[in-house]
């Protein structure tokens, strides 16, 4: 079989798949159920073409990482055959691990377990798959490589990963401010003593694609209708995992039910059957469990599916002043009378908390730019815009969502 495969994506054009290895990888059952898993999760809840997958994007970074590593060798950075490809397997598998509506049920499913130590399991279990091929690939994901600038590529505040979510994102969503300057921005990178650099005839286009990061995240990832849908999505699997522990019968395919039943957290890292049945679950459980789930005799957990399934979602009001306990009490009293249930059963019916927009992080792993005068500077020392040293700041906002119409709260 010629496993030297192009594909046509609408944002790079032809993308080639260089190596039988990574070939190899993407035709595994792991690789392919990231085609079943929308990169935003419920947001085409708000913009109707945000139906993308992991699927596109992780195919999207291993070009552009193959794509970078070409410019900087152009630079004359020695870049070995077996780098190249180890690199751009650590960046194609970077997001195998990630759980069905990509980050809406990262917290619940495996309580404790981010995304990334996910993946780094099933990239384990690739490795031991194809003999240990994947071995630099690892070092690479894990920073234990010490040529720096490849894990940096892969996981940093500039690399290749989020290059193309938010180029894609953009794209998709149709939200044009999103675009950055891709191909400019990897022109510009170069590596100083093992580290990533930035050459500075390129400041103006990481200032560019930091405030296009920030505004993605208020009006694409955190936008207020967009949490509402995850919280309803999170409080329905947290109805039917409370059904499960207590006995109820609640319908679904076995790997769901796996996880809906117990917590895992503790055993995925050491079984691999849970590890190759987490490996299964994509969005068509979620989706498919909900309209099972509508016709449930649990009003809680019936009500709540018809809601979502009909884009009845919570209203949601966002601040950034803490949630008062009064208002918190006020809409659980409301709750309380119109669908009469208990009061700790509220819960399921509303939701707060606090969402956060990290625009630039100085500390720890800077943007940093090579000066023509060999020195090197943070993105915030280097460019003259007040901007970038304020995105340091992190914003929270404080959110509060429960269903629409609650006739106690109109009536004030």
Not at 87 to 107: K, N, V
Not at 144 to 159: E, I, M, N, T
Not at 317 to 339: C, D, M, S, W, Y
Not at 373 to 395: E, F, H, N, Y
């Amino acid at each position: 079989m010629n496993k030297r495969k192009i594909i046509n994506d609408p944002l790079y054009g032809f993308v080639s798949i260089p190596t039988p290895l990574l070939f190899d990888l993407i035709s595994h059952p792991f690789f392919q159920r990231l085609r079943f898993i929308r990169q935003l999760g419920v947001s085409d809840f708000v913009y109707p073409g945000a139906v993308h997958t992991r699927f596109h994007h992780a195919l999207g970074a291993m070009h552009l990482m193959g794509r970078a590593l070409e410019s900087l060798r152009k630079k004359k950075i020695e870049i070995s055959e077996k780098e190249f490809e180890a690199a751009q397997i650590a960046i194609l598998l970077h997001d195998i691990g990630h759980a069905p509506l990509s980050h809406s049920l990262e917290e619940i499913l495996l309580p404790g377990i981010n995304h990334e130590s996910l993946s780094y399991l099933f990239m384990k279990s690739l490795n031991d798959h194809f003999s240990g091929s994947l071995d630099l690939a690892l070092k690479i994901f894990r920073n234990g490589y010490p040529r720096k600038f490849f894990h940096q590529l892969v996981s940093s505040q500039l690399d290749v990963d989020r290059l193309d979510y938010l180029t894609r994102d953009s794209f998709f969503t149709g939200v044009t401010e999103g675009s950055v300057g891709v191909d400019r921005i990897i022109e510009m990178l170069h590596v100083h003593r093992d580290q990533l650099v930035v050459e500075e005839k390129g400041i103006f286009s990481i200032e560019n694609f930091l405030h296009t990061r920030r505004l993605m995240y208020w009006q694409v990832y955190l936008h207020k209708t967009v949490v509402s849908a995850e919280r309803m999505i999170i409080n329905i699997i947290k109805r039917a995992q409370h059904l499960a522990a207590a006995g109820e019968k609640i319908y679904g395919s076995d790997s769901l039910l796996t996880f809906l039943a117990k917590n895992h957290s503790e055993e995925i890292s050491h079984q691999p059957k849970l590890l190759r049945l987490f490996g299964q679950l994509d969005d068509n459980d979620i989706w498919g469990a909900l309209k099972l789930w509508r016709t449930h005799p649990d009003k809680i957990l019936s009500n709540l599916c018809q809601q979502i399934l009909n884009r009845e979602l919570f209203h949601i009001e966002l601040t950034q002043f803490p949630i008062k306990k009064t208002e918190v009490e006020k809409i659980r009293g409301a709750i309380q009378h119109q669908f009469n249930v208990l009061k700790k059963e509220t819960n399921y019916f509303f939701s707060h908390g606090v969402v956060s927009n990290e625009g630039y992080v100085s500390s720890g792993q800077p943007i940093t730019i090579l000066m023509k005068s060999g020195k090197t500077l943070d993105i915030a020392q280097a460019s003259d815009l007040p901007t970038i040293q304020a995105m340091s700041k992190i914003v929270k906002k404080n959110y509060l969502c429960w269903p629409k119409n609650l006739p106690l709260l109109n009536s004030d």
